[in-house]
C-alpha cells in the first residue's frame, strides 16, 4: 500500500502561517497529478487545492485563493501546501492526494493514494 506522508502541521495564531508537505518514498510525485483536501470537525473532507503532473496548472477552492499555494521541490520528491493569512476556520486535518490523470480534480474519489493527514489548528 503506497503511502503519502505530510507533515508540518500545528497550533498558530489567526493571521500565521504554516507549510504543509507531501512526500514519499514509493512514487515519483512529479509523474502525478496531486491534491491537497481538508477535514474540519463535523464536516465533510473538502477539497483545498491541485497542482497539475507537470505544474503548469494549479487550482484553488475560492476559499483560500490568494492564502494558499501549492509548489514542488521535485529534487526532494516533495510537494508543499504553502498556507498564509490563516484563519480559525482554517482549521482541519489536512491531506495530500495522487491522482494518475492529467488534470486536477476536485473530488475525493478521484484520487488513489493518500497520506495519514496533518492536523493544522488556527486559534488565539
Known amino acids: 500500500q503506497v503511502q503519502l506522508v505530510e507533515s508540518g502541521g500545528g497550533l498558530v495564531q489567526p493571521g500565521g502561517s504554516l507549510r504543509l508537505s507531501c512526500a514519499t518514498s514509493e512514487l515519483t510525485l512529479s509523474s502525478y497529478t496531486m491534491g491537497w483536501f481538508r477535514q474540519g470537525p463535523g464536516k465533510e473532507r473538502e477539497f483545498v487545492g491541485g497542482?497539475?503532473?507537470?505544474?503548469?496548472?494549479?487550482d484553488y477552492t475560492d476559499s483560500v485563493k490568494g492564502r494558499f499555494t501549492i509548489s514542488r521541490d521535485n529534487a526532494k520528491n516533495t510537494v508543499y501546501l504553502q498556507m498564509n493569512s490563516l484563519k480559525p476556520e482554517d482549521t482541519a486535518v489536512y491531506y495530500c492526494?495522487?491522482?494518475?490523470?492529467?488534470?486536477?480534480?476536485?473530488?475525493?474519489?478521484?484520487?488513489?493514494?493518500w497520506g495519514q493527514g496533518t492536523q493544522v489548528t488556527v486559534s488565539s
Open positions: 492526494a495522487a491522482r494518475r490523470g492529467t488534470l486536477v480534480r476536485t473530488t475525493a474519489g478521484e484520487y488513489l493514494y
Open positions: 497542482s497539475s503532473r507537470s505544474n503548469s496548472r494549479t
